[in-house]
């Protein structure tokens, strides 16, 4: 018959009081307990979709930028007029660029890099085309017009890659090759590291290798059917269009200066949802340390007054209690416990309701976090464009690594643990001043109150 | 019978109400012996309950000296207060007092336990000590569950739980009936005869206090008489006891 048991026994003895305090402390306290885990998992929600806006973002001034100042240089493509004749099909073709107008383009003033493309059209007797992609320039790795970027199986090429290629679905069907497959192409061998989905802008029947082995394997070594020229700002574009133009007037000159148009609304629109999201995070923040004050502040209070309420009703208890040689400190440590294993029963029993309503609770006490979102995809033509809905929960978002999962909250061991323990120290906090009301009763008062 | 358990020297108790103050006990002096069991009289309001409060540690006193086995309470802090009340002090009151939620076994052991005493120790001598007052068999009994007069014995059992060198027994009998007053007398006498237990007793009811060796009364703060009222012998003391009751 220790001080449990008596703590324990001083419960049981007003049953309704005890029970109708303990559900109102385990209200508070499923509060306390499943709040934390909803506000972080809404907040790793919405910070997550924070930084897929803020990648969409960058990744949209870089290709921005760099489109601005891009400048397409080939010759003009027209029909073969080898298979004009006798064939259901018209083929196309294009001539190639020789390697002395790349080094004539790339010493051109205000010219800061040239990247050559190389593409091998299908022919009456071969259905794929044939890209050749210079891998070692980095800064065209999200390009989608140069690198695949729909990869669902295997990898992307890499710099250094060599007797490697990536097949997109229809190259793959129509070579009846699959991941890790050996395919020859024009006579060489090569190893499929990657299949491409079907994704605009390329176009399909696509095998994709490195510059140098589409160009060893088509016999055109240092040949390009196109350029990426860059000029090394905006307002060269124009004056670096008609230098090249001069280099050989058969030339099909483009620049790219249209995109800035588009850049601005898109960012301005990125930056708003970004800070809707943000104020999102936030709301959730301030709402959910407002409602577990409150539930902080209930359980104390509820302890607070319910064992002031009880130390005054066994005054009587005390004094004889104190009659008999109990110490101040003995008194303070049954009146603490009894606050303590309230709040504790409750715990356990918050915890059980909380396991159970944690969703339906969650979405009642706080916020919701920014469900749409914007991404950044391409049109037919290669234009970089702002797509509603592409970044959102649950869906795949365009700019592969950023995708955004939903996120579910729930009350982890941890959570128990330390659900558990808030219960002990708010217990402990509430009845402390009511036991110290207790151990400082003068006992020959107490004796005479009635 | 010759060292004393209890002196008190001119012993004052002063409440502080606003500008009046109340002295329920003024200059008092009283030599208890060991031993001895003692019935206090006195009108209402005459300082009875006071002065038992003072010497059961419960209460300060004002000025003066209270001596329990030579030990000067009146000047002792809280903190060794509390020990003197475990250790050398039994209460008994008029309304009993029990914990309602402990049965009578758990009442008594709860003395115990509050002096540290193990388990099984414990256990058995709440057993003998219930089984001393006649409650064999109730043990298991809670409060609410036990008559007027076997709460009080109860509580005779509580307060000797931890073998205390005064009884304090403020109206043991007040809120019995005649059947039962007799009966808690007559065990309080036993306890004296048969155990030596000093007993100091308040009550108002003169036959109660005849059956005791020595009779205080106070009036006005002050012991106003001080009687043996007979031979302190076991069977001295019986003879009276069935004398009373024939009356
Ligand atoms: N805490 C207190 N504050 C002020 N006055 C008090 C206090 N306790 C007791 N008194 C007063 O002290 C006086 C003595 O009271 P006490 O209870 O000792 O009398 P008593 O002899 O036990 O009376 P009764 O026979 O009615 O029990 C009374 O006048 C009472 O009002
Ligand atoms: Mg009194």
């Known amino acids: 018959m220790?001080?449990?048991?008596?703590?324990?026994?001083?419960?049981?003895?007003?049953?309704?009081?005890?029970?109708?305090?303990?559900?109102?402390?385990?209200?508070?306290?499923?509060?306390?307990?499943?709040?934390?885990?909803?506000?972080?998992?809404?907040?790793?929600?919405?910070?997550?979709?924070?930084?897929?806006?803020?990648?969409?973002?960058?990744?949209?001034?870089?290709?921005?930028?760099?489109?601005?100042?891009?400048?397409?240089?080939?010759?003009?493509?027209?029909?073969?007029?080898?298979?004009?004749?006798?064939?259901?099909?018209?083929?196309?073709?294009?001539?190639?660029?020789?390697?002395?107008?790349?080094?004539?383009?790339?010493?051109?003033?205000?010219?800061?890099?040239?990247?050559?493309?190389?593409?091998?059209?299908?022919?009456?007797n071969r259905s794929y085309q044939i890209y050749g992609v210079p891998l070692e320039n980095a800064s065209f790795q999200m390009d989608p017009t140069i690198l695949p970027q729909n990869i669902t199986q295997g990898r992307n090429l890499q710099v250094g890659d060599s007797g490697v290629v990536i097949l997109d679905e229809h190259a793959a069907e129509n070579l009846s090759a699959?991941?890790?497959?050996?395919?020859?192409?024009?006579?060489?061998?090569?190893?499929?590291?990657?299949?491409?989905?079907?994704?605009?802008?390329?176009?399909?029947?696509?095998?994709?290798?490195?510059?140098?082995?589409?160009?060893?394997?088509?016999?055109?070594?240092?040949?390009?059917?196109?350029?990426?020229?860059?000029?090394?700002?905006?307002?060269?574009?124009?004056?670096?269009?008609?230098?090249?133009?001069?280099?050989?007037?058969?030339?099909?000159?483009?620049?790219?200066?249209?995109?800035?148009?588009?850049?601005?609304?898109?960012?301005?629109?990125?930056?708003?949802?970004?800070?809707?999201?943000?104020?999102?995070?936030?709301?959730?923040?301030?709402?959910?340390?407002?409602?577990?004050?409150?539930?902080?502040?209930?359980?104390?209070?509820?302890?607070?007054?319910?064992?002031?309420?009880?130390?005054?009703?066994?005054?009587?208890?005390?004094?004889?209690?104190?009659?008999?040689?109990?110490?101040?400190?003995?008194?303070?440590?049954?009146?603490?416990?009894?606050?303590?294993?309230?709040?504790?029963?409750?715990?356990?029993?918050?915890?059980?309701?909380?396991?159970?309503?944690?969703?339906?609770?969650?979405?009642?006490?706080?916020?919701?976090?920014?469900?749409?979102?914007?991404?950044?995809?391409?049109?037919?033509?290669?234009?970089?464009?702002?797509?509603?809905?592409?970044?959102?929960?649950?869906?795949?978002?365009?700019?592969?690594?950023?995708?955004?999962n939903f996120i579910a909250a729930s009350v982890t061991p941890e959570i128990m643990l330390l659900g558990l323990g808030a219960a002990i120290l708010l217990g402990a906090l509430g009845s402390l001043y009511p036991a110290l009301k207790a151990a400082r009763t003068r006992p020959a008062e107490a004796m005479r109150y009635e | 019978m010759n060292d004393s358990v209890l002196k008190i020297e001119n012993l004052t108790k002063t409440y502080k109400l606003g500008k009046r103050d109340v002295q329920p006990l003024t200059n008092l002096n009283l030599e208890v012996k060991k031993g001895e069991f003692t019935a206090i009289m006195g009108p209402s309001g005459s300082g009875k309950t006071t002065l038992l409060n003072i010497i059961g540690c419960i209460d300060k006193a004002t000025s003066g000296s209270v001596l329990i086995d030579n030990v000067d309470i009146a000047h002792l802090p809280e903190s060794q207060l509390y020990k003197i009340r475990r250790d050398k002090i039994g209460f008994i009151f008029q309304n009993f007092n029990l914990l309602p939620y402990l049965n009578a076994r758990e009442n008594v052991e709860l003395a115990m336990e509050l002096a540290g005493k193990f388990k099984g120790q414990r256990k058995q001598r709440a057993k003998d000590l219930l089984n001393t007052v006649g409650l064999s068999g109730r043990e298991q009994h809670r409060p609410q569950r036990l008559s007027q007069g076997e709460q009080q014995r109860v509580a005779i059992a509580r307060a000797l739980a931890n073998d205390p060198a005064i009884i304090l027994a403020d109206e043991p009998t007040g809120n019995l009936d005649v059947n039962n007053k007799q009966e808690i007398v007559k065990l309080l006498l036993d306890l004296n005869q048969?155990?030596?237990?000093?007993?100091?007793?308040?009550?108002?009811?003169?036959?109660?206090?005849?059956?005791?060796?020595?009779?205080?009364?106070?009036?006005?703060?002050?012991?106003?008489?001080?009687?043996?009222?007979?031979?302190?012998?076991?069977s001295g003391n019986q003879s009276k006891a069935e004398e009373t009751q024939e009356e």
């Open chain 2, 194 to 234: 048969k155990q030596g237990t000093t007993i100091i007793m308040v009550t108002h009811d003169e036959q109660v206090a005849a059956q005791t060796q020595r009779m205080l009364t106070l009036n006005n703060g002050k012991i106003l008489k001080d009687k043996q009222t007979q031979k302190s012998t076991l």
């Open chain 1, 178 to 404: 699959s991941l890790g497959d050996t395919v020859t192409i024009l006579g060489r061998n090569f190893t499929v590291v990657g299949i491409e989905g079907l994704e605009l802008p390329r176009g399909a029947n696509g095998v994709t290798m490195s510059l140098a082995d589409a160009q060893a394997i088509t016999n055109s070594t240092g040949q390009a059917w196109a350029y990426k020229v860059f000029a090394d700002n905006i307002d060269n574009v124009n004056t670096v269009v008609s230098r090249i133009r001069s280099l050989d007037p058969k030339l099909e000159v483009s620049a790219g200066l249209s995109q800035l148009n588009t850049a601005q609304p898109l960012e301005s629109q990125i930056n708003v949802l970004t800070q809707a999201a943000q104020n999102n995070l936030n709301q959730i923040q301030g709402t959910g340390l407002i409602e577990i004050s409150i539930a902080v502040i209930a359980d104390t209070a509820i302890i607070l007054f319910i064992m002031l309420y009880s130390v005054r009703e066994r005054t009587k208890e005390i004094g004889t209690l104190k009659a008999m040689g109990a110490s101040n400190a003995k008194i303070l440590g049954q009146f603490m416990l009894e606050g303590v294993l309230l709040s504790v029963i409750a715990a356990v029993i918050a915890i059980a309701v909380g396991v159970f309503v944690l969703p339906t609770l969650a979405s009642v006490l706080l916020p919701m976090p920014v469900q749409t979102g914007v991404g950044i995809g391409w049109d037919p033509n290669g234009t970089v464009v702002l797509q509603p809905g592409m970044v959102s929960f649950g869906k795949t978002p365009v700019i592969p690594g950023h995708e955004t």
């Open chain 1, 2 to 124: 220790g001080i449990l048991t008596r703590a324990t026994r001083n419960l049981s003895r007003r049953k309704t009081r005890a029970l109708v305090v303990i559900i109102a402390l385990s209200l508070a306290l499923t509060m306390l307990i499943i709040l934390p885990p909803s506000i972080n998992a809404r907040q790793a929600l919405t910070q997550k979709a924070i930084n897929s806006l803020i990648a969409n973002a960058d990744f949209l001034k870089t290709t921005v930028t760099l489109s601005a100042t891009e400048i397409q240089c080939d010759y003009t493509i027209s029909f073969d007029p080898n298979t004009m004749i006798g064939h259901g099909t018209i083929w196309l073709t294009q001539p190639l660029m020789n390697e002395s107008l790349f080094n004539n383009i790339t010493s051109l003033p205000d010219v800061t890099n040239v990247i050559p493309l190389f593409l091998e059209l299908s022919t009456a």
